[in-house]
């Protein structure tokens, strides 16, 4: 291959890697990969003008603008950073730096968060428009979906210019993704991969009460305008915080590069620490004319420079394949490893997602294989050391027959996952549902866990969540670890039950995609279980925030001639499976329509029993104000600054008294 192909074959794979990264959010290679190939094209292309491109990626910063939102310029382009990885690297930066500029070079460092890059526009004060970073010269608007996020000021305070961009980094926090992805498994959804892709990701859903439910932050670091009333970038991070805005407290204001080294040698260790994904250390000049003096490359910055921390990798063996069946039948394969200390932590397991993914890394047991934590909430396998493989090992050959049952597996089109059909006589199946049921959630069963289940489970007594219901205390007493006592708890748990209101029943009752919200939905349109049974995938769609393929879902559960049975069975034993008389009598139509949001503290009724009253006359409750906000019910104490959005925004601040005078 000659300078010419090698220089396009590079220029479409990265663009490929590019596509995959900021279209799609599904990235194909790590970071220090596509950087190192970034790093030869450049070299390539530096040593041979001749063929030069305007349209080569070493000239863009991203790929395609995705279509669903609006396409807006930047008033001020958003360049990407040169990559160091090494302390070589900075020096030969400091290098150049101090040759272009004059007088004392100091630096500002600052953690460098992996998420979605935003630029946030405010006039006069005011949130104006959010744009994606897009390709560096245009992006998304997503403005409507940015609002949501609590953390992203709409108002600013203190003395801040009429008119200014700021850039930052919109992240999902461990614990808050870690919370998103227990309540997708347990919907019997695959979990999402990461927090960055999850971020960026929420930032293009179509529906901003989707966002608003995700537990988004924005940290905020750099300020772009005219005249601005800032010297240094330590001073713009000073004053963005002043304004309002969320600017992590961990940057440092360095006087050389031993000073900057110490911070980079800080976090490399103490950034496990941190409740956001972080992949390295921005490191710029902070004095501004500086930056000025310095200038822009085609594609960065001079003046600043990224320390990429290096991912938390190790290498083990893999022994052997094992695979997970969960409540909705989903397989999961599973990583066994050599035990191996990996982040601060001992690894001995990995997820290996699926089929295709095993197929796509070729991954066999025996193999040595790379295992990264950067960022992740769980370890994943990279790739395989090749040099270390067996030859006469064999591909992975993905289970075609439930591990649990024996029955064969089915893999339904357009998704990722194989599934174990049989599931009224898969165990892990049979256990997991009832699990669901008994939870806190849902039927909360007093004196009943999830290992006692199993116990019931594997010594036949229960089959169903019905059969709670006929479990007498002679029956539970000789099981391990149970006694008189605990058999008396678990019966009168298991009697108390019958009081759960219908909506946490149908929640307990483990519909695919039903979850808690969902629940409510249903039940507050339907009634009764029985109106929701013969209701059509038509009729289930016009319910509010019930899509195809929730609704695909219901009608299949009740299709079931054995979940027809089980229901039949729970309404025998005294299960609410309707809306009680009582709540029915205090539900009317009068809020139809309204959204509220509830502020302050009140005297007549708590905050919750007026949150209930909404609820019962047909209102909806919202968290934060909005323009779909029609009514602020305002108590005592009330935040200014939610006063002064309800009043910015037109949205009309009403009383407790004004509020049960709507509703007498």
């Known amino acids: 291959m000659n300078i010419e192909q090698q220089i396009k074959s ?9 596509y995959n990264y900021y279209v799609l959010d599904t990235p194909t290679i790590s970071d220090f990969e596509f950087d190192q190939k970034l790093k030869q094209l450049q070299d390539l292309e530096k040593a041979h003008p001749e063929f030069y491109d305007a349209n080569s990626p070493t000239l863009r910063v991203g790929g395609e603008i995705t279509k669903n939102f609006e396409t807006i310029p930047h008033t001020y382009r958003m360049y990407s950073l040169d990559n160091s990885y090494s302390k070589e690297d900075l020096e030969d930066w400091e290098k150049r730096i101090e040759k272009m500029v004059d007088g004392k070079v100091e630096f500002t460092c600052e953690l460098k968060y992996d998420g979605a890059s935003i630029s946030l526009t405010y006039e006069n004060g005011k949130l104006k428009k959010a744009v994606t970073r897009g390709d560096g010269f245009q992006g998304d608007d997503v403005t409507a979906n940015v609002k949501t996020i609590r953390s992203i000021p709409l108002h600013l305070k203190g003395d801040f210019p009429s008119l200014f961009d700021i850039r930052g980094e919109i992240v999902l926090p461990f614990e808050g993704f870690a919370k998103m ?75 050389n590069l031993d000073e900057v080294l110490e911070f980079v040698n800080y976090w490399d260790v103490h950034r496990h620490k941190l409740p956001y994904e972080t992949d390295g250390v921005v490191v710029k000049v902070n004095n501004l004319q500086q930056q000025e003096e310095l200038g822009y490359t085609a594609k ?33 394969p ?49 790739g395989v050391d090749f040099t270390q493989r067996d030859p006469s ?42 699990q669901h049921f008994i939870s806190r959630k849902a039927m909360d069963i007093e004196g009943l866990g999830g290992e006692t289940v199993a116990l019931l489970v594997n010594n036949g007594l229960i089959n169903n969540y019905a059969d709670l219901y006929l479990l007498k205390e002679e029956q539970i007493i000789p099981l391990e670890r149970m006694a008189q006592k605990s058999a008396e708890n678990m019966i009168k748990g298991i009697e108390a039950s019958k009081e759960i209101p219908f909506e946490r029943v149908l929640f307990g009752l483990g519909i695919r995609y039903v979850g808690e919200t969902v629940a409510k939905k249903l039940a507050k349109h339907y009634k009764t279980i029985d109106a929701l049974k013969h209701a059509s995938e038509e009729e289930l769609i016009t319910v509010d925030e019930i899509g195809e393929r929730i609704a695909q879902s219901v009608v299949s559960f009740f ?60 209102g909806k409750i919202s968290s934060s104000i909005s323009a779909k906000t029609n009514y602020v019910v305002a108590g005592d104490n009330m935040g200014p600054s939610k006063k002064t959005k309800a009043e910015s925004l037109g949205v009309a601040i009403i009383s407790e008294d004004d509020f049960l005078q709507m509703i007498s």
């Not at 991969?193 to 859903?205: D, E, I, V």
């Not at 990798?313 to 695979?323: A, G, H, K, R």
């Not at 649990?404 to 049989?422: I, K, S």
């Not at 029915?584 to 139509?589: G, I, R, W, Y």
Request: charged share 25%; net charge neutral.
């Open 393 to 434: 090992s064999n591909s992975t050959k993905y289970i075609t027959e439930c591990p649990e049952c024996g029955t064969p597996l089915v893999r339904n089109e357009g998704e990722a996952q194989h599934y174990c059909p049989n599931a009224e006589g898969c165990p892990p199946q049979i256990i997991g549902r009832i």
């Open 10 to 18: 590079l220029r479409n794979e990265l663009r490929e890697h590019n």
């Open 334 to 382: 599973v990583a066994n490893l050599v035990p191996v200390e990996l982040a601060g932590t001992i690894v001995k397991r990995a997820s290996l997602h699926n089929a295709d993914q095993i197929e796509k890394l070729d991954i066999r047991e025996g193999d040595t294989v790379f295992v990264e934590k950067g960022g992740e909430i769980i370890p994943k396998i990279i």
């Open 181 to 255: 992805n227990t309540e997708r498994v347990e919907l019997g959804e695959e979990p999402y991969r990461n927090p960055r892709n999850t971020a960026s990701g929420s930032l293009k859903l179509q529906d901003s009460s989707e966002v608003a439910k995700r537990p988004l932050d924005c940290l905020l670091y750099s300020l772009k305008g005219e005249r601005l009333p800032i010297k240094t970038q330590f001073e713009s991070l000073e004053k963005a915080r002043q304004w309002g805005f969320k600017v992590p407290e961990a940057a440092r204001l360095a006087k």
């Open 300 to 332: 960065s910055p001079r003046w600043a420079m990224a320390y990429k921390f290096k991912a938390e990798q190790v290498s083990t063996v893999l022994n052997q394949i094992t695979y997970q069946v969960g409540r909705t039948g989903a397989i999961t």
């Open 559 to 618: 299709a079931s001639e054995e979940s027809s049975a089980i229901i039949e069975r729970l309404k025998n034993y005294g299960v609410q499976l309707e809306i009680s008389a009582e709540k029915l009598a205090n539900q009317t139509n009068t809020l139809n329509g309204n959204t509220f949001v509830v502020s302050g503290v009140f005297t007549k009724v708590s905050r919750d029993e007026l949150k209930k009253l909404i609820e019962d006359n047909g």
